[in-house]
């Protein structure tokens, strides 16, 4: 979080744009609730809202209320950080919150030394039960409640100011509180402007610097002639979270973009009259309606988890009304087959994805169909099989990954020890999904590199239970236990070789090498390109 991090640091942190007026204009609220207002006349905040949200969450140590759910900030702060700049990370525990259930989480197989050396070298580290109970990490908020150093210095085992440490801790203390001293310049717009102009400068100000990204710059020249827009967009995102989508506002925007102009891109959204936005945005609205419902019951994709990238929400939603929602049912399985294929092979995560896009919205314009869309992707690609090859070097991050969890929920994948379905909506940390290492890094550690043991063909889907029990554990060990119980039908779901002289870790390279002609066999029966 640079916002603490660059002040700690003695750096610049940007400044704040404010608004001297009492136009009636749009208003978003404060996610941390100001107390009383110091100036005499009402001032706007137009920029700097989130630096702001943040800081004074971690000062005063309150909980942050975002979509009416409250999300506390706490972050630590190592007193033994090195003298470089170091960045804040987060990290997730498994048994954490609750509410982030739709996601496929790691397995915690790395060793603890190479966790703890990486956390070592943070100043600031987003909190985790674990880094608090380590001496030389306090909480921000806690320092920030006293101007005393002793509670902090005793905890981290300094005892004496004959310790090296005794200076080098209270002085790092001092800078940390000096935080609240920090003053941010000020730029306050005149009463004299309109909205129209202080919209304009907005824009202009955030386009040299790149602050922004371009969605948000369309919402403010949307919302200057459209006024009320902003709670109209947000009523339809919160109504696609609800139904399991939660997508950021800035593809709603791009899709009513996409149904306004017949292409993707913000350039145009300012010149654009507000009647053809309102009537873009009806129409976008019933065809994001569209996408989901396609997605979730023709394609069985019911999480954003499992997209390699939005984008095809858009398309989909275009292609919709385009046929005015009106598909045979040929068309409507070829549809589903180029959602899947362009899923897989990752359709707007190649090049320039926005000119991907419009490459499809133009297709669609112009009266193409599903045949259409795949003699594009096919274009792009090449095959739309999946090779074994293509899976080589591949790790969770990839589209692939995605859609071997879709053709193993197809075949049947269970829990190895539970027997529940693999899903991404399982509560509790016993049986939340994760991705296990059939080969545990720890086996693999000295003769494999971290990449090598990354690989997609050493991964597999369990409940969170299931992981922690078999820990470290080669799969020569683990694996003759589940088999005894369940026979190897878990395994074979998740096309995970079986054959004893596969399982030791010198078989590394013949293991993966055949479970990726498994997987890939399961793949391309799932995708229909077998």
Known sequence: MSTILLPYRGYPSGAILLWETDESVPLQEFAIEQQRNPYQSTRLLLDGQQRLTSLAAVIRGEPVNVRGRKKPIELLFNLEHPEQLAIVTEVNEDGGDEEDDERIEDEIDSSEDELQKRFDRMTFVVSTRKLEQLPQWVKVSEVFKTDSDAPFLKRAGVTSFEDPRYEKYSQRLARLRSIRKYVYRMDVLERKLSYDEVTEIFVRVNSLGAKLRSSDLALAQITAKWRGALKTFQGFQAQCEKGGFDLDLGLHLKNLVAFATG???????????????????????????????????NAGIDSPALLSSP?????????????????????????????????????????????????????????????????????????????????????????????????????????????????????GSNHRLQFHHIFPKAVLKGAYTGREADDIANLAFVGGRTNRQISDKAPVKYFPSIIDKSGTGPFEAQCIPTDPALLGAEAYKSYLAERRRDVSRRLNEFLGTA
């Open 263 to 297: 292409q993707s891109r913000f350039l145009t959204v300012g010149s654009q009259p507000v009647e053809t936005l309102q009537q873009a945005w009806k129409e976008s609205v019933q065809g994001m309606e569209f996408a989901l419902n396609f997605l979730k019951s």
């Open 311 to 427: 984008f095809l929400l858009v398309t989909l939603g275009y292609y919709g009304q385009k046929r005015q929602y009106q598909i045979a049912a040929e068309e409507a399985e070829r549809l589903r087959h180029w959602v899947l294929i362009g899923n897989a092979k990752g359709r707007y995560s190649r090049g320039s994805s926005e000119t991907l896009l419009d490459q499809n919205l133009a297709t669609l314009r112009q009266g193409g169909g599903a045949d259409e869309l795949i003699d594009r992707l096919r274009l792009q690609v090449g095959r739309l099989d999946v090779a074994p090859e293509e899976l080589e070097g591949r790790n969770q991050r990839s589209a692939l990954f995605k859609t071997m969890f879709l053709a193993f929920r197809a075949a049947g994948a269970r829990d190895w020890r539970s027997n529940l379905a693999i899903a991404l909506d399982h509560r």
